[in-house]
Nanobody, 123 residues
Framework: QVRLVESGGGLVQAGGSLRLSCAAS????????MGWFRQAPGKEREFVAAITWSGGSTIYADSVKGRFTISRDNAKNTVALQMNSLKPEDTAVYYC????????????????WGQGTQVTVAS
């Protein structure tokens, strides 16, 4: 069982930066691949970034590649999403998810989710 709590969202001007954090409970955090997804009003949840259990490999959606960076600290049971050069189209509720095994772009494969944190980018 893994409990996830996101934080760090807020309102930022276009071109600005935010750092999201996801704190996980449970002793087996290091066994889980972690992903960040987002959902804008009226849209489906979409993949943003994911990282393997070791942190040795990451993947990104094309829309955020080069602007966002995912990282994790297994000693602190946290995963972060550094978001730079933010655009209004990045506005959404951001969720972190956990899954056993390899990471995935498919939200249906994730076993646990946080409650989400709102990111709003003003133009």
């Amino acid at each position: 069982q893994v409990r996830l709590v996101e934080s760090g969202g807020g309102l930022v001007q276009a071109g600005g930066s935010l750092r999201l954090s996801c704190a996980a409970s449970g002793r087996t955090f290091s066994s889980y691949a972690m992903g960040w997804f987002r959902q804008a009003p009226g849209k489906e949840r979409e993949f943003v970034a994911a990282i393997t259990w070791s942190g040795g490999s990451t993947i990104y959606a094309d829309s955020v590649k080069g602007r966002f960076t995912i990282s994790r600290d297994n000693a602190k049971n946290t995963v972060a999403l550094q978001m730079n050069s933010l655009k209004p189209e990045d506005t959404a509720v951001y969720y972190c998810g956990a899954k056993l095994g390899w990471y995935s772009r498919d939200s249906a494969e994730y076993d646990y989710w946080g409650q989400g944190t709102q990111v709003t980018v003003a133009s």
